[in-house]
């Protein structure tokens, strides 16, 4: 059965790639520092026998004594609050802990997956945005700190599979939720649904005619399996090409929850804010057969049924 190291292995999208792998019949290491991950995340494979979790800091390195297939690097802060609460942290985990994920890989003659965004196209001035699209980032604002190390951990990445031919796999990930997120890390599916929740004013950040396309977590673990199973190396957008406003979303979210509460504009909260945001997954389509299939409503129902319950146990 092949063995896969996830680093982030506890945090939103590696919990749920922990389950993929695991009932996929795969052996499974998980690390985390939890600086944003929780181990109540996968507090549920506490007796699953081919699971490990082990705390550690990918920016230390990253050491494991027996043998690797697969090396699973979504270890990264990722909200816009952490771009203000924790930028060298983010910088250097992916920057230094993606080398350090590689040259664990090289020495295991694993596979190396890369989870990289969609936010190394920046504020796009290309709609929707292909893998081929470049990109406008801007280097020295606040986002700078995640788009510009997500972009030089694809290059070094690359670079890896040049130089020591690493069999490596990029992925570009567009919006995502579900459970598991945390209520407390600033993106727009929490902050609406809790808000929502507990009765407060929804915020809506500039007009509210920025778009995003929202894809569901097991629809993109789904598509991460695809890749990483496949002979294709990408980069290759993973998401939902359905794009929907902000503002439309916190009327779906607002519906959906039967909030009575209204929704307010606040500023943006950085000027490099993407004003349209939306993959092109012709790839995805064609090389991997992949498509999102869980539709909007039904996603949020059970990502609404869990921030419920967790606001209910007073957790964040």
Same mark, same amino acid.
């Given at each position: 059965?092949?063995?896969?190291?996830?680093?982030?292995?506890?945090?939103?999208?590696?919990?749920?790639?922990?389950?993929?792998?695991?009932?996929?019949?795969?052996?499974?290491?998980?690390?985390?520092?939890?600086?944003?991950?929780?181990?109540?995340?996968?507090?549920?494979?506490?007796?699953?026998?081919?699971?490990?979790?082990?705390?550690?800091?990918?920016?230390?390195?990253?050491?494991?004594?027996?043998?690797?297939?697969?090396?699973?690097?979504?270890?990264?802060?990722?909200?816009?609050?952490?771009?203000?609460?924790?930028?060298?942290?983010? &910088?250097?985990?992916?920057?230094?802990?993606?080398?350090?994920? +590689?040259?664990? =890989? *090289? %020495?295991? !003659? #694993?596979?190396?997956?890369?989870?990289?965004?969609?936010?190394?196209?920046?504020?796009?001035?290309?709609?929707?945005?292909?893998?081929?699209?470049?990109?406008?980032?801007?280097?020295?604002?606040?986002?700078?700190?995640?788009?510009?190390?997500?972009?030089?951990?694809?290059?070094?990445?690359?670079?890896?599979?040049?130089?020591?031919?690493?069999?490596?796999?990029?992925?570009?990930?567009?919006?995502?939720?579900?459970?598991?997120?945390?209520?407390?890390?600033?993106?727009?599916?929490?902050?609406?649904?809790?808000?929502?929740?507990?009765?407060?004013?929804?915020?809506?950040?500039?007009?509210?005619?920025?778009?995003?396309?929202?894809?569901?977590?097991?629809?993109?673990?789904?598509?991460?399996?695809?890749?990483?199973?496949?002979?294709?190396?990408?980069? &290759?957008?993973?998401?939902?090409?359905?794009?929907?406003?902000? +503002?439309?979303? =916190? *009327? %779906?979210? !607002? #519906?959906?929850?039967?909030?009575?509460?209204?929704?307010?504009?606040?500023?943006?909260?950085?000027?490099?804010?993407?004003?349209?945001?939306?993959?092109?997954?012709?790839?995805?389509?064609?090389?991997?057969?992949?498509?999102?299939?869980?539709?909007?409503?039904?996603?949020?129902?059970?990502?609404?049924?869990?921030?419920?319950?967790?606001?209910?146990?007073?957790?964040?």
């Amino acid at each position: 059965m092949p063995r896969a190291l996830i680093t982030g292995g506890s945090g939103f999208l590696g919990s749920h790639l922990s389950d993929r792998l695991l009932a996929e019949g795969w052996e499974v290491v998980a690390v985390d520092n939890f600086i944003t991950g929780s181990p109540d995340n996968v507090a549920h494979l506490g007796n699953e026998p081919r699971f490990r979790l082990i705390e550690k800091d990918v920016i230390e390195g990253v050491e494991y004594p027996d043998s690797l297939d697969y090396i699973f690097h979504l270890a990264s802060p990722a909200s816009p609050l952490d771009f203000f609460n924790k930028p060298l942290e983010v &910088i250097h985990v992916n920057s230094i802990g993606t080398e350090n994920a +590689l040259k664990l =890989a *090289k %020495e295991k !003659k #694993a596979v190396f997956f890369y989870a990289s965004t969609s936010e190394t196209y920046g504020d796009p001035l290309v709609h929707p945005q292909t893998e081929e699209y470049l990109g406008n980032v801007n280097s020295i604002g606040i986002r700078g700190v995640y788009d510009e190390s997500k972009r030089f951990g694809e290059t070094i990445t690359a670079t890896y599979r040049r130089e020591f031919q690493v069999d490596t796999k990029i992925v570009r990930i567009f919006n995502t939720y579900g459970p598991r997120m945390r209520l407390d890390d600033g993106r727009v599916v929490p902050n609406l649904v809790a808000q929502a929740i507990n009765g407060e004013p929804l915020t809506v950040y500039g007009d509210g005619q920025q778009t995003r396309s929202f894809c569901y977590c097991t629809d993109l673990i789904d598509g991460f399996f695809r890749l990483a199973t496949s002979t294709q190396s990408g980069p &290759i957008n993973i998401g939902n090409p359905t794009e929907r406003t902000i +503002l439309e979303f =916190a *009327k %779906e979210i !607002k #519906a959906l929850t039967q909030s009575q509460s209204d929704i307010v504009f606040q500023p943006l909260l950085t000027a490099d804010d993407p004003k349209q945001r939306r993959p092109d997954i012709t790839k995805a389509r064609t090389l991997l057969g992949w498509e999102p299939k869980v539709s909007l409503q039904d996603g949020l129902r059970a990502t609404i049924e869990y921030f419920a319950k967790r606001l209910e146990d007073g957790k964040r």
